[in-house]
T-cell receptor
Framework: SQQGEEDPQALSIQEGENATMNCSYK?????LQWYRQNSGRGLVHLIL?????REKHSGRLRVTLDTSKKSSSLLITASRAADTASYFC????????????FGKGTRLSVIA | NAGVTQTPKFQVLKTGQSMTLQCAQD?????MYWYRQDPGMGLRLIYY???????DKGEVPNGYNVSRLNKREFSLRLESAAPSQTSVYFC?????????????FGAGTRLSVL
């Protein structure tokens, strides 16, 4: 069964607003990664946060990780229409040498 | 600079037919993966190959077989297609099974089984 669960399933915002997506997982992890999928395309890696990190930034992306609550959030600031996509969290289990396990994703629509 | 290439992009099969989905990567990656993506289900791992010469089952392996032909190529075979295998299939590769290696995905194969 899937390790990660994103929330909300769908999100619609106006251009310029911030978008926040959450991910909860079940077991101890080595790291957590976020991927983006544009319609009809494959997934593209966005950012990785290790289990000993609490926050990480990359451009307009901010990721937080709370291992005590087994949850992560992805914040996209000043959203653009081009940010319209599905966003997936993926976890790597504590042992490390395991495949990524993906959640079901959040569909983000940014309206111009 | 192709990355991960999947063929075909689209396929329609009749129930019971067989086919092989091809995947090749040119990044000298050791690990390769096959996922299926269904509406509302996210990505589910079918099979993976941590390194050349090894393959392992994922979450949903029934009805599929794989072959790691060489370091570059990892194929997925449906021996007797069923309507439940209608899905979008993604191949991915990764430098190795080490935890911090990120995955690179192909564009997907859209399969319909009638």
């Amino acid at each position: 069964s899937q390790q990660g669960e994103e929330d909300p399933q769908a999100l619609s915002i106006q251009e310029g607003e911030n978008a926040t997506m959450n991910c909860s997982y079940k077991t101890s992890i080595n790291n957590l990664q976020w991927y983006r999928q544009n319609s009809g395309r494959g997934l593209v890696h966005l950012i990785l946060i290790r289990s000993n990190e609490r926050e990480k930034h990359s451009g307009r992306l901010r990721v937080t990780l709370d291992t005590s609550k087994k949850s992560s959030s992805l914040l996209i600031t000043a959203s653009r229409a081009a940010d319209t996509a599905s966003y997936f969290c993926a976890t790597v289990l504590y042992s490390g040498n395991t495949p990524l396990v993906f959640g079901k994703g959040t569909r983000l629509s940014v309206i111009a | 600079n192709a990355g991960v290439t999947q063929t075909p992009k689209f396929q329609v099969l009749k129930t019971g037919q067989s086919m092989t989905l091809q995947c090749a990567q040119d990044m000298n990656h050791n690990s390769m993966y096959w996922y299926r993506q269904d509406p509302g289900m996210g990505l589910r791992l079918i099979y993976y190959s941590a390194s050349e010469g090894t393959t392992d089952k994922g979450e949903v392996p029934n009805g599929y077989n794989v072959s790691r032909l060489n370091k570059r190529e990892f194929s997925l075979r449906l021996e007797s297609a069923a309507p439940s295998q209608t899905s979008v299939y993604f191949c991915a590769s990764r430098m190795g099974p080490k935890a911090e290696n990120i995955q690179y995905f192909g564009a997907g194969t859209r399969l319909s089984v009638l």
